[in-house]
């Protein structure tokens, strides 16, 4: 693994990764200029409970006219966001279920929160090598053994499936990492989709559904307490166990 490219990225990795981002700009410039002509200066990425309560307040009228302008913005912002690394999606979760609702919220979740990682693992996987070995060498030898193994063999694949799961269940290895290394390790691109639609579900529904009584929630760390991190990490066990049941029949 040490005779990967050396970081930083070539002028030509540079330039696709350029071409993605304006890509993503003129995309929200265009969305832009079709809402309503309007004061919009608190339209910022929210860093802040605060942050997020003013935005909620601001756009729940907009929400009800330009419905679809705000879920397109909604998608391209997420997307984003996830594309490029930017810390804050727990916020955007957070705004999906107190605009609509636990159900709504949670459709709006996944699904952007899949696209965001899906443009993040195809990106990585033109250019990503450099930053991945650079940024995280010691995880991605983990990762790699991990994947190796389980995917040595073509019956295998199953395995690999509730590896990737039980990540994306448990937060045992960062999202950000899983998008960016999955490509490099060579994890099929049909086994990354599924683990990520389904593994995603428990932890979109705790931050939603927090979402829906922003007013009462104090700290972003109280969506992670001990028992909500126990129970992912339940969920997490329960999907590794037809490994282990696979294994205790050999």
Not at 50 to 76: A, G, K, N, P, W
Not at 226 to 242: E, M
């Amino acid at each position: 693994m040490a005779g990967g490219r050396r970081f930083p990225l070539s002028r030509r990795e540079v330039a696709a990764a350029t071409g993605v981002l304006a890509s993503y700009m003129v995309g929200l410039v265009g969305l832009y200029l079709t809402m309503p002509t309007s004061d919009y200066r608190f339209l910022k990425l929210p860093r802040t409970l605060e942050d997020l309560r003013i935005l909620r307040d601001h756009l729940e009228s907009y929400t009800s006219d330009y419905t679809l302008q705000v879920l397109m913005c909604y998608f391209t912002v997420y997307i984003f966001m996830q594309t490029f690394m930017i810390p804050g999606t727990v916020f955007m979760s957070l705004l999906a279920g107190s605009l609509f609702g636990v159900v709504g919220g949670m459709v709006l979740v996944i699904v952007a929160a899949t696209a965001g990682a899906s443009s993040c693992f195809f990106l990585s996987k033109m250019i990503g090598r450099p930053l991945v070995f650079s940024l995280w060498p010691d995880k991605l030898t983990f990762f790699q053994a991990q994947v190796n193994w389980k995917n040595s063999v073509a019956k295998r694949r199953e395995k690999l499936f509730n590896y990737m799961l039980f990540l994306r269940v448990t937060p045992t290895l960062p999202n950000t990492f899983i998008n960016m290394a999955s490509p490099i390790v060579n994890v099929p691109y049909r086994v990354f989709f599924l683990a990520t639609s389904i593994g995603l579900i428990p932890a979109a529904y705790v931050t939603v559904r927090a979402g829906t009584a922003l007013g009462e929630l104090r700290s972003v760390a109280d969506l992670y307490d001990f028992q909500s991190i126990a129970t992912l990490f339940f969920i997490g066990i329960v999907t590794l166990s037809p490994t282990f049941l696979s294994k205790g029949q050999k």
